[in-house]
């Protein structure tokens, strides 16, 4: 028997790995140090835990330690990003390229910046969530100082062409920063091969601890300057002022190391399992649509729309599952996913949507029952659904 309630919402955090709290326990009571207060064994101890830490996130994305900057999450790094730049480079231009279904934490640090007096341009995605590099070439102006786009999206799963639009960002000189939050630890991430200067990554996605994360940024030339949010003692290069919270950048560190061991196994496997479940679903019942692209997506996502059922309904008559729905109920009006309408999603269709977000720790048997809960739940709402009724007469 399965044990309930199952887990299946690893696109919003992941459960800490029990090897990673072990590899974080000693930095809470013993090696407890200021990685800053390196005139002592305490603080010596700290800073070598933590450069080990930083290599270790930069070997899962083919960076240099020294490109590594920590901060409290992606929320952060995109910030530092979007707002470093911006600020950092306003008297040369002031236009920003990003699409419509970025992170909140890319769209409104855009927005803010917008309302203060830059010009934004937000590119459209097609059907599949996909932005068009051609788009993003056409988009460049004399006056463009950075284009953001996500290597990953949180909803939809869809994976962007980032090698693609990298290559265009340094052909026309122009910074290309990356949200890679869902990408770093699920697929293969490659600075280099994928010509981003600034990418931001987040521990709690890939099993590792909540409040700590970061951001890569390009060393060499042509240089990327950035301007930092946060001004004290200068740790980080400058950028990043605060002390380090040492045992949540170990647990990253362990995190990254690991996630980069089982990379290609996990990806093997969480396909498979959501090829399952995908076709489980889609072979019980009519009038399911997927959201995001059937081959470019992550191996753990499956995005369903099911026309005439209502997705908080749905998430009701769910109650052993943890799965989330295409709208957001972060206010008292939930409004459908702006991802679901970007990619021409009916208002009605997006309201009926599941995310499912496969991980590490789901099994084949939770799968199943899912599955079947799922498909019972639908035909069971449908049942009390006059539409669904006057639609199959
Ligand atoms: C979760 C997520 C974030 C926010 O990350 P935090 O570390 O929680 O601030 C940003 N972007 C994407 C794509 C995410 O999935």
Redesign the pocket.
């Known amino acids: 028997m399965v044990k309930l309630p199952i887990y299946m919402d690893h696109?919003?955090?992941t459960p800490v790995d029990r090897r990673v709290l072990e590899a974080m326990l000693p930095y809470f009571c013993d090696e407890f140090g200021n990685a800053a207060s390196v005139t002592h064994e305490f603080g010596r101890r700290a800073a070598e835990a933590v450069e080990r830490a930083r290599g270790q996130v930069a070997a899962l994305i083919g960076a240099e330690p020294r490109e590594i900057v920590f901060t409290?999450?992606?929320?952060?790094?995109?910030n530092l990003a979007i707002k470093g730049v911006a600020w950092m480079h306003a008297s040369r231009g002031r236009h920003i390229i990003t699409s419509a279904t970025?992170?909140h934490?890319?769209l409104d640090p855009c927005r803010r910046l917008e309302r203060e007096g830059w010009q934004l341009t937000v590119l459209p995605v097609d059907r599949y969530g996909l932005v068009d590099p051609d788009d993003v070439r056409r988009a460049i102006r004399p006056d463009t100082v950075l284009i953001s786009i996500?290597a990953?999206?949180?909803e939809i799963g869809t994976i962007h062409y980032v090698a693609e639009i990298g290559a265009i960002a340094r052909e026309h000189g122009v910074l290309f920063h990356t949200?890679a939050?869902?990408a770093v630890g699920h697929i293969p991430v490659n600075v280099r091969d994928w010509s981003v200067d600034l990418l931001?990554c987040?521990?709690?996605?890939l099993y590792g601890p909540?409040g700590v994360?970061a951001l890569y940024v390009r060393r060499g030339r042509p240089p990327v300057r950035l301007a930092p949010l946060l001004d004290g003692g200068g740790h980080e290069r400058g950028l990043r002022s605060g002390t380090l919270p040492v045992p949540l950048i170990v647990g990253f560190g362990a995190a990254c190391q690991l996630a980069g061991e089982l990379l290609e196994a996990e990806m093997n496997r969480l396909a498979r399992l959501r090829d399952r479940l995908q076709e489980r679903i889609l072979t019980a019942l009519e009038d399911v649509y997927l959201n995001g692209h059937p081959q470019r997506r992550l191996p753990g996502n499956l995005n369903l729309s099911f026309a005439y059922v209502d997705g908080e309904a749905l998430l009701m008559s769910l109650p052993e599952v943890a799965l989330s729905s295409g709208s957001a109920c972060t206010s008292a009006t939930p409004h459908p996913s702006h991802v679901l309408e970007a990619i021409g999603r009916s208002e009605e269709l997006a309201r009926a949507s599941l995310r499912f977000g496969l991980g590490r720790p789901n099994t084949e048997e939770e799968v199943d029952f899912v599955a079947e809960r799922v498909v019972a739940a639908v035909r069971k709402l449908r049942e009390m659904s006059a539409i669904w009724k006057s639609r199959s007469d």
């Open positions: 696109h919003a955090t409290s999450g992606a929320t952060e790094a995109n970025e992170h934490a890319v996500m990953a999206n949180n949200d939050t869902q931001s987040s521990a709690h996605k909540k994360g």
